[in-house]
């Protein structure tokens, strides 16, 4: 009955402008964004594709966390099946316990927590561009809200594209379009993922031989005066005639990876400024596909009826 009385008080009108601003998000059928197969050499230039749009979804995790180590296998899925819409980052802390505590983590933890302070005090948490924390196993329902949320008021982004291509000792990354909207106070971020990275003998072990999606590598190039920030768990970090023209990283050999390309504020813009959220990201991933369920053909078909039968109650209620 509650929502019958709803539908009487002209909620089909808003809720047809919501999924009037939903099918008018960009979205490619079966989208998996920029990820290559193991078996593609990167001899040849390899591009990210010219992107902005990506959302960064960080998760507070740790490798002793029974929580954590079970939904990891979901979470490679649910990156899948969200295609380029987010790029999804995990964040192992430097806590003594963890068995990776990769230093580039935890400076991103430290970001997180100038924003956030209590973001690291339970895991799993995950934040979606740096908003409100959402904590446990049940939050990810929360976290599909922020995403469409913040989706829906993003206006305009940085548009980004970086290659990479193959080096002797493993890969080299190097920026190929930046055309950067106006934000005094912000950098360019690389981001390095570990996918499947394999568990120690000897560590607290409460899931899998593998973790997926750990940040290992940081590299950060502040705008204002083009000076490199941060260079850790890259082999080398390079801006030769400034941030957005020229920035390069370097990194060693390893299975599978993402680099993740970001523009967003500075700690210090975070600090004086309140601005938390990026200006734009995009992502190139060299993994196995996860089989994501085969729901994305029936998306424009099921918000097509609901529209529908919105419209069918506006024209019922005049």
């Known amino acids: 009955m509650a929502n019958r009385q709803g539908l009487g008080s002209g909620f089909p009108l808003r809720l047809f402008i919501l999924l009037f601003m939903l099918i008018s998000l960009p979205w490619t059928p079966n989208s998996q ?22 959302l960064l979804v960080e998760e507070v995790t740790a490798t002793w966390c029974p929580t954590c180590a079970s939904i990891d296998p979901e979470l490679f899925q649910v990156a899948d099946s969200h295609g380029s819409r987010i790029a999804l980052i995990a964040l192992h802390p430097s806590d003594g316990e963890d068995a990776f505590q990769p230093e580039a983590s935890q400076q991103r933890i430290e970001r997180l927590k100038t924003i956030q302070s209590d973001v690291a005090n339970s895991t799993p948490t995950f934040v979606v561009e740096a908003g409100t924390p959402r904590k446990g196993y049940d939050a990810w329902d929360e976290v599909q ?46 981001m390095l993922l570990e996918h499947e990275k394999q568990m120690p003998d000897g560590a607290i072990n409460p899931g899998g031989d593998s973790r997926d999606r750990v940040l290992v590598g940081l590299a ?59 200006y734009g ?10 089989t994501p369920a085969d729901t994305s053909s029936a998306a424009p078909l099921i918000l097509g009826t609901c529209v529908a039968l919105s419209l069918v109650a506006i024209i019922r209620k005049k």
């Open 220 to 278: 950060e190039c502040n705008v204002d005066n083009n000076t490199i920030t941060s260079e850790i768990g890259f082999l080398g970090v390079e801006s030769t005639t400034g941030c957005a023209s020229s920035l390069t990283v370097e990194f060693a050999e390893m299975d599978s990876w993402s680099l993740i390309l970001i523009h967003e504020p500075s700690q210090q813009s975070i600090a004086e400024d309140g601005v938390t959220s990026t």
């Open 145 to 190: 809200r922020d995403i469409l949320n913040t989706e829906l008021t993003r206006q305009s982004t940085s548009q980004l594209e970086f290659e990479v291509v193959k080096t002797e000792e493993g890969y080299r990354a190097s920026i190929t379009t930046a055309s950067l909207i106006e934000a005094e106070g912000s950098q360019l971020t690389f």
């Open 33 to 54: 964004g920029r990820v290559v197969g193991l078996d593609t050499s990167f001899e040849e230039p390899v591009s990210s594709g010219l992107g902005g749009r990506t």
């Open 281 to 290: 990201a995009v992502e190139l991933a060299r993994r196995p596909l996860a």
